[in-house]
């Protein structure tokens, strides 16, 4: 069969012999030495896992899955971001925010045109299964969740145009903090803003508000602010916070860790070495707390900007619900609890 006139790889199969097959250190050693590419500090790239670019930026901490497949001309990753197992990933530019994850046997891909994008926000996530065609681009905001078995599409075309039939591309734009439960067919050129939520098995096509939900085939909004999403008062918050710290220790003393409580500290203690947390209530100000090297202060209140910079120059970690941040890097208590807020939809942007 005659070749096209443009090659095209789907599997990089030259790269996979040539780097594939090395171990994670000495496979970065190579794409730093050899091909140019940034990458930060404790990066890691499993076995069968590539990236294929001509400009690459990782930030430290992104993982790169087994056998996954990341390729295109620009590529930026964040910084704590990961791709997961058997994910394969295609587009003449790709930038994913961070702490973002792409779990299992994620597709990315289709035809690509000189402006393809596909750009996924700080703290996103896209679950296993799910198919997003960036042709057009595909810009998904911040702390947006893209739920297993969802599809994103920004080109619909079979049919002869010249017998009347439809043609489209367009780009998908998502906003930030959307939900996308699981099914839900996103179709070229919808819009959905901030704060939406679609029902699962939902067919989406042109604009929905910010902060609706919108069910159905097609899907109608049938819900909007300010009714949609409800307001809490301040008593409802700090009951909602106690639940997940009462759960979150049911949940560490089931996986086999101690847990102690002294008044705000708590001491989660793990094969004989102790972590420790100090529990800031909205009613009890920080000054009863006296955390140390290695301590994470855990707050209902904000955070201000002299109080993070004094715990930062003790080396205490923090997780502040109301301010919306966390310290850079964590303890394994403070990775645990922001991975278990995470279960509750709250993710706290690193500083």
């Known amino acids: 069969m005659t070749r096209p006139l443009v090659p095209r790889s789907r599997i990089p199969f030259r790269h996979l012999l040539c780097f594939g097959w090395l171990p994670s250190p000495l496979k970065i050693w190579a794409y730093r030495t050899f091909l140019g590419y940034r990458i930060g500090r404790r990066a890691r790239i499993a076995f069968g896992g590539v990236i294929v670019g001509h400009d690459v930026v990782l930030g430290d901490h992104v993982e790169i ?40 046997q994620v597709y990315v891909g289709g035809p690509q045109l000189p402006e ?71 179709m070229p050129g919808t819009t959905i803003g901030d704060g939406s939520v679609i029902g699962a098995d939902s067919l989406v096509s042109g604009v929905v508000p910010p902060f609706s939900l919108a069910v159905g085939s097609p899907a109608r909004v049938i819900r909007s602010a300010p009714a949609f999403p409800r307001r809490l008062t301040p008593a409802d918050r700090a009951t909602i916070v106690q639940d997940i710290v009462r759960e979150f220790d049911r949940y560490t003393t089931y996986s086999g860790i101690v847990v102690r409580v002294d008044g705000p500290l708590r001491t989660y203690t793990r094969d004989g070495r102790p972590w420790r947390l100090w529990w800031i209530r909205a009613d009890a100000p920080l000054a009863q707390a006296a955390p140390t090297r290695g301590d994470t202060v855990f707050t209902e209140t904000a955070l201000a900007p002299d109080t993070r910079a004094t715990l930062r120059a003790r080396g205490v970690d923090w997780l502040d619900l109301d301010g919306r941040s966390r310290s850079e890097h964590g303890t394994p208590l403070t990775e645990e609890l922001a991975q278990f807020l995470g279960r509750y939809g709250i993710r706290l942007p690193r500083e």
């Open 116 to 186: 393809s994008r596909f750009a996924l926000g700080d703290r996103t996530i896209v679950l296993q299964m799910a198919y997003i065609n960036p042709t057009k681009p595909v810009v998904i905001g911040d702390d947006t969740g893209i739920g297993g078995h969802c599809l994103i599409f920004t080109h619909g075309v079979w049919l002869n145009v010249l017998d009347g039939y439809p043609m489209t591309y367009e780009p998908v734009t998502l906003g930030r903090s959307v939900w996308l439960p699981w099914r839900v067919f996103v």
């Open 65 to 104: 899955g087994l056998l996954a497949v990341v390729q295109g001309r620009r590529i930026r990753i964040g910084r704590h971001s990961s791709v997961g197992t058997m994910s394969y990933i295609a587009c003449e530019d790709i930038e994913i925010g961070e702490d973002a994850r792409i779990r299992e």
